[in-house]
């Protein structure tokens, strides 16, 4: 941490690859938002940030709608552009919306490189929701571009498979997670994003993989922690009880800006992701202690 309390990332002229693989290498945890435009991005990037998801969760947050599947790519691609316009040093990530990725290899290639000829600067790299079905799609477009692999909670596809629900509760959950991280790092991925699965299999899932490891709702000592923007400053309103994985910032002190509290807001959630004072407990799905034992005993016992 620097003397004026910004992380000494922040000096880095720009994030690339090389430099998040060493932030991993040197244990330094990859401090990352979900944001959707260019002020915002310009004050994540003031306040020392090192990653931005440019989300399909901008049709929640930004544009009022019920869930992410309307997003289309036209709105992906200028929400990117919005982003880059507030940064050029952080690394940023364009996700790849529903129906943009899952028809075919050759169709999920095309719509990848939208994000890195159509935005300028162009993405650093896109995201994919990943299960054992799109492992081609990771590998397709690795061969033209990054590309982050999102695997446990995939929100496009959680309406058919009940609701948001935390992954990593069963010993096939566990295989199956297992599996496709094994996988995605196979097939070319560059890192990998977890969403709501249990601390105790995302920390046997991240040791699976020498690629970075970020997670949302998905425990502590990951290489990098993702929280939506809006979350943070507490400008989405959730229907019902709130997710427990996320902590809002309160203003410490009087007189300020808008502008100012958003960037007191990021600089204090970089140095919490830093320091590993977030996430706490509190923000932690955890899996009790004989349903983990159970898990492994199983699965030792089938790998004999």
């Known amino acids: 941490m620097s003397s004026g309390g910004i992380p000494i990332q922040s000096k880095v002229k720009r994030v690339t690859i090389p430099v998040l693989q060493g932030m991993k290498k040197r244990e330094e945890v990859i401090s990352a938002l979900s944001i959707y435009d260019a002020q915002y991005a310009r004050l994540f990037d003031e306040a020392g940030g090192d990653l931005i998801i440019v989300g399909d969760s901008a049709a929640m947050a930004v544009q009022g709608r019920k869930d992410t599947r309307p997003m289309t790519m036209g709105e992906m691609i200028g929400f990117c552009s919005s982003v880059r316009r507030g940064t050029e040093r952080v690394f940023v990530v364009g996700d790849m919306p529903l129906g943009s990725y899952e028809i075919s290899d050759q169709e999920a290639v095309r719509n990848a490189l939208r994000f890195m000829q159509e935005v300028e600067p162009a993405c650093d790299a896109v995201k994919v929701e990943t299960n054992m079905a799109y492992v081609s799609r990771i590998k397709a477009i690795a061969d033209s571009c990054l590309v982050v692999a999102h695997i446990g909670l995939n929100p496009n596809k959680a309406a058919m498979l ?143």
């Open 162 to 304: 009940g609701g948001y629900r935390t992954q990593g509760k069963t010993k096939e959950s566990y295989e199956e997670l297992s599996r496709v991280i094994e996988a995605v790092q196979g097939a070319g991925a560059c890192m990998v994003l977890i969403e709501s699965v249990t601390e105790e299999i995302t920390q046997r899932l991240k040791g699976k993989v020498d690629i970075p490891v970020l997670g949302i709702a998905a425990g502590r000592n990951l290489d990098g922690q993702l929280v939506i923007s809006y979350d943070l400053l507490g400008l989405y309103q959730w229907p019902g009880n709130p997710p427990v994985h996320f902590e809002q910032y309160r203003t410490q002190r009087q007189g300020m800006t808008i502008g100012e509290a958003t960037l007191d807001a990021f600089k204090w959630y970089v140095r919490s992701v830093k320091d590993r004072s977030f996430p706490d407990d509190k923000h932690v799905h955890h899996l009790p202690e004989c349903e983990f034992k159970h898990i492994l005993e199983a699965n030792d016992t089938e790998s004999v």
